[in-house]
């Protein structure tokens, strides 16, 4: 029997267990307490002295704050990320908005910035309103134009909700992910970089302490039921129950102590796959376009040249116990998204048909991605 590999397993440093115990012993088995407020310092740190840190349930809960705190609702419009896992997209619609979708460009995968600003042009024009939001995606952790897409937003006076589940560690022209826009958003999802089992947080980027605290105070009011400072229970707006426990904030804690070997692991692998699969014919591993953008690789993603094709490589992975995934199937090609505007360049489609997300986690060692390695070599050989 051969030993399963997974994509991206969680992987735990040791320390998390004295944070957990920590909440048991001082009985905080509850949301908020010491664990939250260390985690988020932890964060904010690891973030840079213009971040704020809102730690809550999930990075989705995350994206929907963004979108509640700054005012998105019924008949807004929010441009999106085609390419993306759903969750960038779903809390458009919780709040009742209009996902307006946005194709990528090749050499990031990411939103496309032209396609980007003709799109709010055209949405202006027809709509006569100017959109609420712009969503990129930091892609398997592949920074997204940076550069060009905030420059857009300030174009139209347009604010960015930097989705940054997948890009926790990556940074553009050496600042982290996250930090860019007005809010960023990552997880901790049990696949993520790291993980609390399950939960997210949102970053409050603003230059002056007074205007982070208050957007971050603005999130904290959402996040807990929305609730007046008054002593009983009075409310003129609707709120959420999104906060992260204490106890898997304390997981959080122990994560961070290994974030950076995390990091080093998954770029390593990256770097492995890259060799090793250089003379493979009709094999690209994707990779950062310019030292500007530098990648987690959270996962490294492969492209196949016909006459190779995925379905069948992940099906002769999956006989050896490898698992593998598809990339993302773009939402404008999502049944639930039909209705959607799109404005569609047909890179994404083209990269839905042709890529494979490859095992690229902590508990990924170097003999695992030697049997990967063979397996695609063999497969892209038997083809010639
Ligand atoms: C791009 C992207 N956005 C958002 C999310 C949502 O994060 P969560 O699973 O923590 O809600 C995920 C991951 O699951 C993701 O991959």
């Known amino acids: 029997m051969k030993n399963p590999v997974y994509l991206c397993l969680a992987h735990m440093g040791g320390q998390e267990q004295q944070y957990i115990q920590r909440a048991f012993d001082t009985n905080w088995v509850v949301p908020l307490g010491p664990n939250v407020t260390e985690f988020e310092n932890l964060l904010a740190d690891y973030h840079g002295g213009n971040t704020g840190v809102v730690a809550l349930a999930s990075g989705t809960a995350a994206i929907h704050l963004a979108l509640v705190a700054l005012g998105v609702g019924k008949g807004d419009e929010v441009m999106v990320q085609s390419f993306t896992f759903c969750a960038s997209a779903n809390p458009v619609v ?26 709010i042009a055209e949405r202006i024009r027809i709509t006569g309103r100017v959109p609420k939001a712009i969503i990129p995606v930091t892609l398997y952790g592949m920074p997204y134009n940076v550069e060009r897409i905030l420059e857009v937003g300030l174009k139209y006076g347009i604010p960015v909700i930097e989705d940054s589940a997948e890009g926790l560690g990556s940074r553009f022209r050496g600042r982290p992910m996250g930090t860019f826009g007005t809010y960023g958003v990552l997880s901790f999802n049990g696949n993520k970089m790291i993980t609390t089992s399950g939960g997210g947080a949102l970053l409050c980027n603003a230059p002056y302490r007074t205007e982070r605290d208050e957007m971050r105070e603005r999130i904290l009011y959402f996040a807990t039921q929305a609730r007046q400072p008054l002593p009983h229970y009075q ?34 692998l990256h770097r492995l ?45 999956a006989e050896e116990q490898i698992e593998t995934r598809p990339l993302w199937k773009p939402m404008h090609l999502q049944p639930v998204f039909s209705e959607a505007p799109a404005y569609v360049s047909g890179v994404s489609e083209e990269l839905f048909g042709r890529g494979l997300c490859l095992p690229s986690g902590p508990m990924v060692s170097e ?7 063979t397996v695609i070599r063999d497969y892209a050989l038997a083809q010639q």
């Open 235 to 268: 409310h003129t707006d609707v709120g959420y129950n999104y906060r992260l426990s204490n106890v898997s904030a304390g997981i959080g804690c122990g994560q961070m102590a290994v974030l950076d070997d995390h990091v080093r692991h998954h770029r390593h």
């Open 94 to 119: 919780y709040v009742g908005a209009t996902p307006v979708f946005v194709d990528s460009e090749p050499h990031t995968w990411n939103m496309d910035p032209d396609l980007l600003d003709e799109a």
């Open 273 to 317: 796959y890259t060799e090793r699969l250089a003379d493979v014919p009709g094999i690209y591993v994707m990779q950062e376009p310019h030292p500007d953008y530098e990648s987690n690789y959270w996962l490294t993603t492969i492209l196949l040249d016909a006459p190779l094709r995925y379905s069948e490589l992940s099906r002769l992975l």
């Open 367 to 373: 003999e695992d991605l030697e049997r990967i390695v």
